[in-house]
């Protein structure tokens, strides 16, 4: 599959491999970290900014400016994790940090590294239990 230099950029070697030798419709699960843009970010800061002299203190004015960033940060990983719902055929994940496994076609997983909310990608491997042994 051919990869942008953006979307090589966002990926591991191990997953580059992978997408390399896939076919399109070949089912991969990948781990997603999510960012917001920043971009965005600041033209919201800008269309809410809040007045220090609204508050009763520096502090409560510092309490607002980290919930108003909180808030902003949630609503944009959010909307990366519907496009990728969109995009692909599970999502699980990013409710409380901002990362997420992902599994779909090689196709889809390529088109959802187009997302700006995505800032890396890495191949999942599956984890292999083993029994413990017995203490004697």
Do not use: W
Request: glycine share 2%.
């Amino acid at each position: 599959m051919n990869l942008s230099r953006v979307q090589q950029q966002k990926i591991d070697p191990l997953l580059r491999d992978a997408l390399m030798h896939a076919r399109p419709e070949d089912t991969l699960r990948v781990v997603m970290t999510l960012q917001p843009d920043e971009e965005q970010a600041l033209e919201a800061d800008m269309e809410r900014e809040l007045d220090p002299t609204q508050f009763h203190s520096r502090e409560a004015y510092r309490s607002a400016l980290i919930e108003q960033q909180k808030r902003r940060t949630l609503h944009e990983i959010s909307q990366t994790i519907h496009e990728l719902e969109r995009l692909l055929t599970a999502v699980h994940g990013g409710e409380m940090s901002h990362t997420v496994v992902a599994e779909g076609s090689a196709q889809q997983v390529v088109s959802a590294l187009t997302l700006t909310g995505v800032r890396r990608a890495s191949l999942d491997r599956p984890l292999e239990l083993v029994e413990p042994r017995p203490c004697r």
